[in-house]
């Protein structure tokens, strides 16, 4: 995932690690390029999504490629999931979604548990500032999830 923080008028480009920190952790809208390689022991599988998140409330995802799911868009208010499929011309809406949250792709979703973790933290190497939550999960590979922002470029990947 790419995200750029750069600002605009008052810079976060001069600002402490510590300031970069709580920038993120107070997100409440971004515009991000994530580009996701999906690898099984059969194959490997590369991914392009536009995602966005407005006032913290709807986000919105966009496939790029695969060329044959590209334009698939997947929009949820807080309440309501909606795909819509623009080559196919279909839209379905799924009406009281609550599971859009744990999608482990959305840095909302990051930063939601990262808050509420009592095993998050945040360190910082040479380039990078690293912020890492651990999750009380059942599930041993979603357990870690780590945010990497370049202190150079202000970007997270």
């Not at 490629?65 to 868009?73: K, L, Q, T």
């Not at 379905?92 to 979604?97: A, G, L, R, V």
């Not at 930063?111 to 939550?133: C, F, G, Q, W």
């Amino acid at each position: 995932m790419l995200i750029n923080f750069l600002k605009t008028g008052n810079t976060i480009i001069n600002k402490s690690e510590e300031d970069i920190i709580e920038y993120v952790l107070n997100i409440n809208s971004y515009k991000a390029k994530l580009e996701i390689e999906v690898e099984t022991n059969k194959n490997k599988n590369k991914y392009v999504v536009k995602q966005s998140l407005e006032n913290g409330n709807v986000s919105k995802q966009e496939v790029l490629e695969p060329s044959n799911i590209a334009g698939v868009i997947t929009e949820y208010d807080g309440t309501n999931l909606k795909i819509i499929n623009n080559t196919l011309n279909l839209t379905t809406t799924f009406e009281n979604y609550s599971y859009m949250v744990e999608n482990k792709l959305w840095l909302n979703s990051f930063i939601e548990d990262y808050k509420k973790s009592n095993n998050s933290k945040a360190t910082t190497k040479e380039n990078e500032i690293i912020l890492e939550v651990k999750k009380d999960e059942e599930n041993k590979y979603s357990i870690y999830r780590k945010l990497y922002i370049d202190k150079n470029t202000r970007k997270a990947y």
